[in-house]
C-alpha cells in the first residue's frame, strides 16, 4: 500500500470557489516527477508544466556538466514557475513538476503563485533514486547530482499545504493515493472528473 502522510491543512482548504489550487510534484531528481506530475493532470484534467523546461540554456549545461546548481542560478527559475500559475487563469487546473527542494524556494513560489498551493512530495530511500537515475537516458541531470539534491531536501513543513508519498509504488497507485487524499480533504479543481469514473 502507498504510504501518504498528509501536513495539516492551512490555505490550501480555504481557496475560493473561483479559485483553483495550484499543485506542484515536487522531490529530488529521480523520484518520478515528470512521470507522477502528468498522470496527475491528466486525472484533474488540468494542464501539466515540466519546471525544468522553464531552465535557462545555462543552468541545463551547468547541470549536464556535473555542477549543482546555485541559490542565485535557482531565483530567476522559481520566479518563471510562479508566474506559470500567477498568468494561468485561476480557475483553470495546473500541474507543475518542480524539485522545490528546500522550505525558501516553496515560499517564494507561494508568494508568487497568487493562489494557493499544494506540494506532493515524491520520496523515497537514496539507493531507489540512484536506481532510477542509472535506467534514465537522454536526460541533462546526471546522477552525480543526486547527493546534492538530497542534501538540499527539506521536508514539508507542518504548516505547508501538501502530502508526502512513498515512490516505491508505480506512478499509477502514487496518483490515485494522491487524488483519494485531495477528496479526503474536499478540493475540488475545474475538469476534474467524477470520482467514481477516476
Not at 32 to 44: I, M
Not at 119 to 132: M, P, Q
Not at 158 to 179: C, K, M, N, R
Request: aromatic content about 4%; overall charge negative.
Amino acid at each position: 500500500m502507498t504510504t501518504v502522510t498528509q501536513t495539516p491543512p492551512a490555505s490550501l482548504y480555504r481557496a475560493s470557489e473561483d479559485v483553483t489550487p495550484g499543485i506542484i510534484v515536487m522531490g529530488a531528481a529521480g523520484c518520478g516527477k515528470s512521470t507522477t506530475g502528468l498522470l496527475l493532470a491528466n486525472a484533474l484534467g488540468g494542464a501539466f508544466i515540466d519546471a525544468d523546461n522553464l531552465h535557462p540554456a545555462i543552468s541545463l549545461a551547468k547541470m549536464a556538466s556535473g555542477q549543482p546548481l546555485t541559490d542565485d542560478d535557482r531565483w530567476p527559475w522559481l520566479h518563471a514557475v510562479a508566474a506559470v500559475f500567477a498568468k494561468a487563469d485561476s480557475r483553470a487546473t495546473a500541474v507543475i513538476a518542480c524539485s522545490a527542494l528546500r522550505r525558501v524556494y516553496r515560499d517564494l513560489l507561494r508568494a508568487g503563485a497568487e493562489r494557493p498551493l499544494v506540494f506532493v512530495h515524491l520520496s523515497g530511500t537514496r539507493n531507489l533514486h540512484a536506481e532510477r537515475l542509472r535506467g534514465r537516458t537522454g536526460h541533462f541531470m546526471p546522477p552525480t547530482l543526486l547527493d546534492s539534491q538530497l542534501a538540499l531536501l527539506e521536508p514539508l513543513q507542518p504548516d505547508e499545504d501538501g502530502v508526502v508519498v512513498d515512490i516505491a509504488d508505480t506512478p499509477e497507485v502514487i496518483v490515485d493515493a494522491v487524488l483519494r487524499t485531495l477528496r479526503a480533504h474536499r478540493v475540488t479543481v475545474v475538469g476534474q472528473q467524477d470520482p467514481q469514473n477516476i
